[in-house]
């Protein structure tokens, strides 16, 4: 186990891409601006400033190097482009500067007008323009980059009850890393020791600090604040949170937009289209003026304006910032696609346990026929060996010292438990589960309605077929998903809460949130059969956590995944959320309308500009110089519109 | 099926970015083929009997370079 110092200190790729633009670019116009002036004198003023064949050989030495030396990836790139009908962008520049500077050699033999000072100018001004946009998708792509830089580099770690440093590569699964106050938090772990609060806002996008005491998960790149922490290694490299949200926006970038496809069709005859107009027009210039030079000089602006850099720019940069947007707010865009099917959403279904409520379910009123103490010790018992949510919550609440044996036990999946605990037949679960076991409640029915319309979800304990008492559970609202709530029914969404809760339960609830439709007594392999019914009606986003949900994640239009703190549910979802909190769901919704709006605008943008700009350069009206400088500046908007969604509040 | 990241250098924008995945594909035992303009990555799913340089050659191929493999 080494140190690896380059893999450290490495510069990331677009910086070194800016870097070397820069340099070319300084490069080129040192060499291009005497030939700029050379041959504005003799425009302008109409006197050569170096006599006539000599300054033709002035311009092709100067020009040699911008175009063959400063310029040659494109000219090689470009030209390997023509040969193997992998035609690029490079390729109408190669052509263009290549035809242009060859009319410099040409013109001593007389047949054409010098034309070479254009090449140097064509290509000084795509480096400068390939410059600006190199700068500007680093700029779109700042958040990210941010993110991949969150990483810590260092660890202190435990060995042999000495603290020492390690580089984080060293750190293992198990180690036991010490942070103290204002630190790092290196690696994702679980608290043994110590108590503190934690900043996560800059994975998870929750802008409060988290407490974490013994026991819970800290995340990887999170600031501890104000006690030392005492942190047992759990993840660590590719396995970490931060990595998978990493991992999640590089994934995002390479899937396509719906929008995109038609661009991207052009995108792919583009080359070979502008290919055929920049021969057509020489040669119908050629043959109409019968002006050679001339119908070269067209030709060439012909090849130099048309850009498909904008068309194939549009979608991608908005992408990147969107994301970026999102990914500071721990909303992750995991399927681009999802973007554009967000505005037709008209609907939203939300899950009710851990989506609207907390998921933390907490015993509320008890209601006994007999000893309560009697009720818990079979209750808690039995529910010992559930994972439900509920069922914990009755664990917790009987606080047992000892757990009665249990034979025999079923879990009835959303309905409830049921085994044998000292020869006698015990079953807790819901009305549905009772009247299956024929199980008689009439005289708790009041009792149990009561419950229900407080929104608490009540468990019916039965012994031997007869009811012996009521658990009832009430787990409390989010935060803010009242307020969430109130802006997507101002919105005009249709706002629905699914749940297995019984009806009375779930419009309980749904009444305190502002939830006015209610499906309730649903399974939780129903949901998504649900969802599929409602999504006649019209676009459907389903709203869950990634794990208990995910078919129905799957079957929404746009499934939104939540995240539970420490975990991200990376395969279910194409929004997913890192902050467990509904108004994420608001945030996800605007970003996603903000982000498609901005590719459209480019879209539109970018086609506007060739649709416009192709027919002056065939017209003549166009200097190949100004077609060259409409053309970077055409792909230079994109890109900063794009950056422009920033300003966008989300 | 294998998943290889590829940082790819020299891309201006999507129309690179499709010839530099139109050409991976065409490498036999490449399944998808995923590049980004934007983060200069390329997500290539392949069978296991792809060797890294016949995926570097592909992209070489249409004028592009690989700069690192994850």
Redesign the interface.
Known sequence: MGHNPNHKHEQPIEDAEITSWGKKLIWSWLLTFPIAIIMLTERIFGFPLIEMPYSIIVILVLGFPVIFIFGWNIIKSGIRGLFTFYFNMDSLIALGTIVAYATGIFSFTGIVQDYSGVAAMIMAFFTTGKYVEAIARGRASQEIRKLLELGAKNSRILRNNQEIEVSIEEVKVGDIMVIRPGEKIPTDGIVIRGESNVDESMVTGESLPTDKVKGNNVIGATINQDGILYVKVTKVGKDTFLAHIIELVDEAQGTKIPIQRLADKITSIFVPVILILAILTFFSWWYFSGDLSRAIGVGVAVLVIACPCALGLATPTALMVGSGMGAKRGILIRKGEAIQTMKEVKIVVFDKTGTITKGKPEVTDIYSKVNEEKLLEFAGSLERLSEHPVAKAIVFKSNLKRYKRVLKFKVIRGMGVEGTISGKEIVIGNRTLMKNEKISFKLFEERISKFENEGKTTMIVAENKKVIGLIAVADALKDDSMDALRILNKGGYKTIMITGDNERTARAIAKQVGITEVIANVLPEEKAKRVEELQKEGMVAFVGDGINDAPALKQANVGIAMGSGTDIAIEAGDLVLAKSSLIGVVQSIRLSKATFKKIKQNLFWAFAYNVVAIPLAIGGVLHPVVAEIAMALSSITVVTNANLLRRKKI | MKKV?L?I??M????????IE??LKKVSGVMDA??????????VETDDFVSLDELKKAVS????KV??VE
């Open positions: 990241k940082t250098e020299g201006h924008c999507s129309s690179c970015a499709s010839n139109k050409s995923r590049v980004s303009v934007m983060t200069n990555k390329g997500i191929k249409v004028g592009y700069a690192k």
